[in-house]
């Protein structure tokens, strides 16, 4: 009976192994690919630790330049295991695992012949090793070394049956993505400038935000004050930040302070700081947000909210760079660069009669306009991705996987809070996908007011609104289904190139990046 329940539990072991791997296809994201990958294989083979990593096949292959090595996944390995393999990578088991194009299993490395003079194995005392290429030719490599406490000593003919069927089925799911991130690379009009101006917390690749990156990179290295404006929820925090960081002064401290926030009394205060006794509260010297912000950046949020009072000092302080804390009959210097941010319209305040044009002159030396989500579309998905990758992380929960259908939803949906009502919308979706046992952020997820609603309009849509609507999406839909593919869209489809290209330019549909 022993012998039976063995077998089946085998069998057992076996199919879902097998349902894994095939598992993998879903994966649309190198990272996760790897990680996932390489956890199943360390599971599965007993083995101690692992390390997976994809490498150009030639000299002249070229990887990506925002990862400083090529793609790797590691388990139970410290980074200075990952760097002793790193370092070991070209002359040692693994080199000769990709060189050779076939499977390399010792008992015991320190043991081996083949292996036992090398000073990497010496160094490292390694024992039982399997090492399976990944593609032919290799493109990567799957690495195991030992073996967890309960298992055999060495690595067994199943488990080298499994690593060599792992790196099959791994070889053309990493072409596959690896090609997509080649092509979301020549697709990125922000990758040249971020080689020089580093942003990561500015998301996208659209042409309007590279635009505004190369202005925000001519600025940054300048002590001239900035002037960021753009609608609510544009991302002018992060783009301050950005400002800051790629500046002289990004050693220095930088110092936020919300206009909006502060009554009127207190901004002074708040602002330039008071020494004791300057008033009812300051018993002690309060020091301000310009003292905090000393050889750094002060940055002054919703500007447009400040009453005119309070413009007049700041404009004081713009002119001469000294202040006055309350109460003090010394001026102090204000060593700080001046970014403010606003997403009114200064300039119609100005003819209002509500914000001053000497101070609106001396603010925007170098103004620069956030773009809203309507006018970079194309940054839609990449956002909505980041944004349940970061949910799912900071609620530690299993990453979820955005289908395609809700992508295109987003991006053909309005977004007046912009970036941050996009977040806050994702997170949302995020945990009510949770709530449903779904791993999968589908269009109800992200819109069940609008879907619940959809047969309740007070002011239904016209049979042409309602034709044109239906067009787009089935086009779209269609092109999404062949990989953008017109040819054969159109044949899919039973119309003519030329009208299907008419239909992609009437109703502005671009592809989703991948």
């Not at 009009?189 to 917390?201: L, M, N, Q, V, Y």
């Amino acid at each position: 009976m022993t012998t039976q329940t063995n077998e089946w539990e085998k069998l057992r072991q076996e199919r879902d192994f097998y349902r894994k791997l095939l598992a993998l296809g879903s994966q649309d994201d190198l990272g996760p690919l790897l990680d996932t990958a390489l956890d199943l294989i360390v599971q599965v083979t007993d083995a101690e630790k692992g390390y997976l990593e994809l490498r150009p096949q030639d000299e002249n292959d070229e990887w990506p330049d925002d990862v400083a090595q090529p793609w790797f996944a590691k388990t139970a390995c410290s980074d200075e295991d990952v760097a002793k393999i790193r370092r070991n990578i070209s002359r040692g088991i693994i080199s000769k695992a990709m060189l050779e194009g076939e499977t390399i299993e010792t008992v015991s490395a320190l043991e081996d012949e083949r292996f036992r003079d090398r000073k990497s194995v010496k160094a490292h005392q390694i024992t039982a090793v399997l090492c399976a290429p990944v593609g032919h030719p290799s493109i990567g490599v799957v690495y195991l070394q030992g073996r967890i406490a309960d298992a055999p000593r060495e690595f067994t003919a199943d488990d080298r049956a499994r690593a060599e069927l792992f790196a099959r089925q791994l070889a053309p799911l990493a072409e596959r993505l690896v090609g997509q991130y080649r092509r979301r690379l020549e697709s990125d009009d922000t990758r040249e400038i971020r080689k020089a101006f580093s942003c990561p917390g500015i998301l996208g690749r659209s042409g309007r935000l590279a635009q505004v990156l190369h202005t925000a990179s001519s600025v940054a290295p300048l002590e001239i004050d900035v002037l960021i404006t753009g609608p609510s929820g544009t991302g002018k925090t992060a783009m301050a930040r950005a400002i800051h960081q790629n500046s002289r002064r990004s050693n220095g401290p930088f110092v936020e302070l919300n206009c909006a926030a502060i009554p009127e009394t207190l901004f002074e205060s708040d602002l330039f700081g008071a020494m004791p006794g300057a008033h009812s509260s300051a018993t002690r010297r309060i020091p301000g947000k310009l003292e905090a912000a000393d050889s750094g950046t002060l940055f002054l949020d919703e500007i447009g909210e400040l009453s005119l009072g309070a413009q007049a000092k700041l404009l004081q302080l713009l002119q001469s760079r000294q202040y006055y804390p309350l109460g003090a009959t010394k001026p102090k210097r204000a060593n700080v660069r001046i970014v403010s941010a606003t997403n009114a319209d200064l300039r119609t305040l100005v003819n209002e009669r509500r914000f001053r044009e000497d101070l609106y002159y001396r603010l925007s030396v170098m103004p620069l306009e956030m773009p809203s989500l309507a006018d970079r579309t194309d940054d839609i998905p990449i956002l909505v991705e980041h944004f349940c990758q970061k949910t799912c992380e900071r609620h530690q929960l299993e990453q979820f996987v955005v289908s395609r259908r809700a992508l295109v939803a987003c991006q053909e949906a309005t977004w007046p809070g912009n970036v941050r009502e996009l977040a806050n919308r994702v997170e949302a979706a995020v945990i009510r996908a949770r709530g449903q046992d779904s791993t999968t952020l589908e269009v109800y997820h992200l819109f069940p007011d609008e879907i619940a609603n959809v047969q309740d309009q007070t002011q239904p849509r016209s049979f042409q609104e309602a034709m044109r609507d239906f067009q787009r999406r089935f086009v779209r839909e269609a092109l999404e289904g062949n990989d953008w593919n017109v040819a054969e869209t159109a044949r899919q489809l039973s119309i003519a190139r030329s009208h299907l290209y008419n239909l992609i330019h009437a109703h502005k549909l671009t592809r989703l990046t991948e």
